[in-house]
């Protein structure tokens, strides 16, 4: 700190929400940074499990600010329902503040996506049918609506009007769908308005007073560096950047103002959606995986595919986002297993590859090489030091830190916040 990023290293799911929660404990500042409602982080406390889609998992430190940036676009009827179910359970969102400039999903985007994504046939990538991508199309076709728009009435009509004639020509022409009517929709986004007042604001300059002012900002990136839409498998990917260069952007915060990079990956690899995934299981041990591992989705229940750890993807995206610390999550899901395996290289076409090739194509070819461990057979739901874990659960996570270049300084034993070995103390 004062400026820690928390990015996920693989495609998503790696446990970021758990450790931003460990880390807000001790933050002023925790912002969300890309992504919208597709994206869920799921923190368990002692008040039970939490499981979050807009707002930043800091919320349930009462003392930390928590800040949705303008790189994330927003449902608001997504939001608000967050926000009281929160209040149902006891929690105080009064420190919640939410960008002006955020982009919001209408109700038009996620139709859109629903018939594209049915449109594309067998070549499917695999959304959550949320809306998200739409929205980033439009903000990036500049036609996107704010959520500075919406906190004016009569200002959202007339950017609407121009907009949803658009938009209903194309759902009439070429969807046949029914057109959405104007006056309704301006009226029930207006009221999300209303309700979304008190936590509206510039954001960007909360951000930068807090870094002036030197207090311990943290940045919880969401998704995933594999499914970033330049570096990720493309394009089976998001629509926006969840690289440490792209939360930057998301957060209004300056590379330069940042003092630390921390990776978040799985003891194993996960993947939802479609897209190479060179190291999946189709057995019964990515099975017995994702069983152990609860590997659904927080936000759509899917479930997830298993898979073992990928070294080189790792390597990948532990050079591209400078990462200067890894957090090996979900270590406990490999304790039953007599042996387990690290991905540690690629061969395509008979020839050594050092990363995931560009053309998707390409990637689903790849054969990886694999070393061999012996497993562990230990409990470490309970280990409180690096001691307690078994040697050859040590010996696993040395030589991922071998592979990777880059010191493992937490290892995940478990969902609970308590449930986090420290191997090496933070640096200051």
Not at 375 to 403: C, K
């Amino acid at each position: 700190m004062p400026v820690t990023i928390i990015i996920g290293g693989q495609w998503g799911d790696e446990g970021k929400g758990k450790l931003v929660d460990i880390f807000a404990g001790q933050a002023d500042v925790v912002i969300r940074a890309n992504g919208g409602a597709n994206a869920g982080h799921t923190v368990v406390t002692d008040q039970g499990t939490f499981k979050f889609h807009l707002i930043p998992s800091g919320i349930l430190r009462p003392e930390c600010r928590c800040i949705v940036g303008a790189g994330v676009v927003l449902d608001p009827r997504l939001l608000l329902q967050e926000i009281d179910e929160l209040h149902e359970r006891g929690i105080d969102t009064s420190n919640l503040r939410v960008s002006s400039r955020s982009h919001i999903v209408m109700p038009y985007h996620p139709i859109l996506d629903r018939l594209e994504e049915d449109e594309r046939g067998d070549n499917k990538i695999g959304t959550t049918q949320r809306g998200m991508g739409p929205a980033f199309a439009d903000k990036a076709a500049r036609v996107g609506l704010r959520i500075a728009d919406i906190a004016d009435p009569e200002h959202l009509r007339d950017r609407l009007d121009a907009v949803l004639a658009e938009k209903n020509q194309l759902l009439t022409t070429r969807y046949g769908q029914p057109a959405l009517d104007l006056a309704e929709m301006s009226e029930q986004y207006a009221a999300y308005g209303e309700g979304l007042a008190p936590y509206i604001a510039d954001t960007e300059l909360m951000v930068q007073d807090a870094i002036d002012a030197g207090v311990d900002v943290v940045i919880e990136g969401a998704q995933a560096v594999m499914l970033d839409i330049d570096y990720g498998s493309y394009p089976f990917v998001t629509s926006s950047s969840p690289t440490a260069a792209g939360v930057c952007q998301g957060a209004g915060v300056a590379p330069t103002q940042v003092d630390r990079i921390i990776g978040v990956y799985k003891a194993y690899a996960t993947r939802v959606g479609e897209g190479a995934f060179p190291t999946e299981l189709h057995d019964a041990t990515g099975a017995h995986i994702r069983e152990r591992g609860k590997e659904y989705g927080t936000t759509t229940g899917r479930p997830r595919r298993t898979g073992w750890f990928d070294a080189v993807q790792a390597r990948y995206t532990a050079r591209l986002n400078g990462v200067d610390e890894v957090a090996l999550a979900k270590f406990d899901v490999l304790d039953g297993l007599d042996s387990v395996r690290i991905c540690t290289g690629y061969r395509l076409d008979g020839k050594e590859i050092l990363s995931p090739p560009a053309r998707i194509s390409d990637y689903g070819r790849v054969e990886p090489v694999f070393e061999e461990w012996p497993g562990w057979n230990v409990d470490t739901t309970g280990a409180e030091s690096v001691d307690d874990l078994p040697i050859r659960a040590r010996q696993y996570v040395n030589r991922i830190e071998e592979l990777l270049n880059v010191p493992v300084t937490y290892v995940g034993v478990g969902p609970h916040r308590r449930q986090m070995v420290t191997r090496v103390a933070p640096a200051a």
